[in-house]
């Protein structure tokens, strides 16, 4: 028995029916990138807020103890961490710039199962990073920044006088361990600390030689510029940093200083 085409109406049919269908995929995969992009921008606003928080709470703990935290080490509980031996009456703190955000010792909320604070991308290697300026003295005086009275010891005078804290650069192409090369690169030299986060992609090994590599090196020197996916330029780190001038300006206020 022969078997009956399908009548020119039901076949219209289905063509109609298929193209809905790609008319539906097109439009789906059209709306798919703007809602990512949507995400990321939810999650890079959240940051921006995430980030600022702690940057008032290490303030807060600066005007209270009248010094900077350490850093948060692994292993630490998310807690300030410093040298065997010493504390802060001498400021050295085990880690000055590889370590992360002190979130237990600032009392910062949503903290992961460990004591640390990540970033909104969530993973292990979201854990906001925090660097201070340490490892040398000022007027004489050691770890000025992280010592207890170390920034009333160094005088307002001697603070002002120093010649570099932190290192923020435009570019990581020519800095060194000593600074950002040329001085069209620096963006500031006075920085007493820095808030870093990866960004979305957390590179675990970022490229040799990088600016990524370079906020991961453990010296004084970071970069902080335009996010980039450009082949060997890749770039989403954010950074937010603050200059010896409002910590003192901080302490002040509070009667730490001078």
């Known amino acids: 028995m022969r078997s009956r085409p399908f009548p020119d109406g039901a076949g219209f049919a289905l063509l109609e029916v298929w193209v809905v269908l790609v008319v539906l995929a097109v439009l789906l995969g ?3 990138l703007p809602l990512a992009a949507q995400v990321q921008m939810r999650r890079q606003e959240e940051l921006r ?6 940057r008032d709470a290490v303030m807060g703990f600066a005007a209270a103890q009248g010094r900077l935290p350490c850093p948060a080490v692994e292993g630490s509980g998310g807690a300030e961490s410093f ?3 010493a504390d802060a009456s001498t400021g050295e703190c085990a880690d000055f710039y590889g370590g992360f955000l002190p979130a237990a010792s600032l009392g910062v909320g949503s903290v992961d199962a460990d004591g640390f604070a990540r ?3 969530g993973s292990p290697r979201n854990r906001l990073r925090y660097a201070v300026f340490g490892g040398a003295s000022v007027n004489g005086t050691a770890n000025p920044l992280t010592r207890t009275d170390g920034m009333r010891m160094a005088t307002l005078a001697g603070l002002g006088a120093a010649s570099h804290f932190l290192f923020i650069c435009s570019s990581g192409a020519q800095a060194s361990a000593s600074g950002c ?3 069209s690169r620096q963006l500031t030299r006075r920085a007493a ?3 870093l986060s990866l960004g979305p992609t957390a590179t675990a090994t970022p490229l040799a030689g990088s600016d990524e590599a370079r906020n991961l090196d453990g010296d004084a020197v970071f970069v902080s510029r335009e996010s980039s ?5 890749e770039f989403d780190d954010v950074l937010l940093w603050v200059p010896i001038h409002l910590v ?3 302490l002040i206020a509070a009667g730490r200083l001078p």
Do not use: C, K, N, Y
């Open 30 to 32: 059209g709306l798919a």
């Open 49 to 54: 807020r995430q980030m600022e928080e702690a």
């Open 83 to 85: 040298a065997p031996g």
């Open 119 to 121: 970033d909104p991308w």
């Open 181 to 183: 090369g040329p001085a």
């Open 193 to 195: 600390f820095v808030i």
């Open 229 to 233: 996916s450009a082949p060997g330029l």
């Open 248 to 250: 003192t300006h901080r």
